[in-house]
């Protein structure tokens, strides 16, 4: 009898691990596409989708996953892993070092791959040279490999979660503008920068997922089709679609009818615009969404961001919108979703960056104010997120430049809040202090807050053995205050800061912050 071919020993087990936050499965994005390939080269693949909790388990500390299953799911997992015996298994997630010497010990000899990021993913070179299959000539996967989404649904917190399947193509973002006519850039290097276009802080890698002459609607009808063909009841497909190909949101009409015709059933889309590619849109949307109501679809757009409402900030981020675009952008889609509100929804709070190195106590107010005049959530993230500082974009170069922000550490355990609650690992990441130190003492009093206002929700991993974030919780516990408003809060701390001077004591402010706003209620 002749010999298996090498690459049909090849086994490749996908592993999905999904969890309430939708943000945290973009990583597994590319999996029907792996598997495709994977099956066109001779190699058997299998991918199980299992909806977990990230805790105790594992002993996470912030921004570290540990996987936290249930007795009957970690059976069901492990003897899945067994049954398949993967020769490689590749997850979206780091499961902790527990739970892979558990599966390298039910496939032995397993090779255990964990995502590290989109950049590699997009190549099927990577993929290939991982099987040990042969090298394909078309660097793409999008538009030249056939995707397969069947895949188990291994527990019933899987489903729950309705994790997203990506619609692959083109790039995420088009925004291009250039940095040379920035002032604040003038005179900075930016050699080292991987990119000086877009965003000043962005690190997203800019490749295209497809070759850019193909049809976006096109490729987006290969995928939606592939999805009804091998995606069969009760798997993979929730019928929630991240669409992640700005080309497409440009042709929004083109997309729909595509998608009338295919006959898909109830879904909901998910789209990420620019405020001003919503705006462009307006017209457009207005004349769809009936009949996209009428069909039972839902467009719904998210990660469409402000970033800052003051205009200096904006402007040291190249983001080209001014408050009066974003005003028109935020007040068309809260009318749509009045309109609407079985077909069209805007997630509450926009992505927002709260604070920065060159953050004032004058940008902190506008900043306060605009979220609260537009009824942003009292205690969202537009409070308390800070700027993620990545080395090789053009704002670290600035910040490089100017002396004495980059840092080795961070001051204050605040400022890494947001992203210890995202639980995602960031490479790369350079601390940086205020330039500001009354804005660096606002931000981690009203950080605090914020994270006491949402203990429910977040554990307080951050701030664990924190003595003011303890004194604070003890104080507002035994005063009785009310926590469902961090945002007039923060504002009363700005307004009792301008009064005050160094040292400046925390306690003291935070007194005087509860006490005007009680005396305003």
């Not at 330039?435 to 003492?441: I, L, N, W």
Request: with cysteine.
């Amino acid at each position: 009898m002749a010999a298996a071919s090498p690459s049909r020993r090849r086994r490749l087990l996908l592993l999905e691990i999904v969890t309430s936050s939708p943000a945290r499965n973009q990583r597994a994005a590319w999996f029907p596409f792996f598997k495709g390939l994977a099956q066109g080269a001779g190699c058997r693949a299998l991918w199980i989708c299992v909806g977990a909790r990230f805790g105790s388990s594992e002993g996470a500390r912030p921004g570290k996953a540990g996987l936290d299953l249930c007795a009957a799911d970690r059976e069901a997992l492990l003897r899945r892993f067994a049954g398949f015996a993967p020769t490689h298994a590749l997850a979206n997630e780091p499961v902790g070092p527990g739970w892979e010497r558990l599966l390298r010990k039910s496939a032995p000899g397993c090779v255990f791959v964990t995502t590290e990021g989109e950049g590699r993913e997009t190549r099927a070179r990577w993929l290939s040279g991982l099987l040990g299959i042969p090298a394909r000539g078309n660097p793409y996967l999008v538009g030249t490999v056939e995707p397969d989404y069947d895949a188990i649904m291994l527990n019933a917190l899987a489903g729950e979660c309705r994790p997203f399947l990506a619609i692959l193509g083109g790039v995420s973002c088009g925004y291009r503008a250039g940095l040379s006519r920035n002032p604040y850039f003038r005179g900075v290097d930016l050699s080292g920068c991987r990119y000086r276009h877009g965003c000043s802080f962005c690190s997203a890698p800019r490749r295209p997922m497809s070759s850019l002459k193909g049809d976006p609607v096109g490729l987006a009808r290969a995928q939606f089709a592939a999805v009804l063909r091998t995606a069969g009841a009760g798997g993979r497909n929730c019928g929630r679609f991240e669409v992640r190909d700005a080309r497409l949101f440009a042709r929004i009409s083109d997309f729909f009818g595509m998608i009338f015709k295919l006959r898909l059933p109830p879904a909901e889309f998910f789209f990420a615009p620019r405020m001003d590619g919503l705006l462009r849109a307006g017209p457009e949307l207005e004349r769809l969404l009936p009949e996209i109501a009428a069909r039972g679809h839902r467009l719904t757009l998210f990660r469409m961001v402000v970033e800052h409402f003051s205009p200096a900030e904006n402007a040291r981020f190249n983001k080209g919108l001014s408050p009066e675009r974003i005003d028109r952008a935020l007040a068309l889609a809260a009318r749509l979703r009045k309109d609407h509100p079985g077909a069209f929804d805007c997630a509450d709070t926009t992505g927002y960056i709260a604070f920065t190195p060159w953050t004032t106590l004058d940008d902190l107010e506008r900043s306060l104010r605009g979220g609260i005049e537009r009824g942003f959530v009292p205690n969202g993230s537009w409070l308390y997120a800070a700027l993620e500082l990545q080395r090789g974009t053009p704002i670290a170069a600035l910040a490089s430049r100017e002396g004495g922000v980059v840092r080795s550490r961070y001051d204050d355990a605040a400022m890494t809040y947001n992203m210890d609650n995202e639980r995602r690992p960031r490479q790369g990441l350079l601390p940086w202090r205020f330039k500001d130190r009354r804005v660096a003492v606002a931000c981690g009093i009203i950080v605090r807050v914020c994270a006491l206002s949402l203990r429910a929700v977040f554990p307080d991993a951050t701030f664990a053995g924190d003595p003011l974030y303890s004194w604070i919780e003890d104080f507002v516990d035994r005063m009785r205050l009310d926590m469902k408003r961090p945002d007039l809060f923060a504002a009363e701390l700005v307004q009792a800061m301008r009064g005050a001077r160094p040292p400046w004591r925390r306690k003291d402010l935070i007194r005087r912050a509860f006490g005007r706003l009680r005396r305003r209620s």
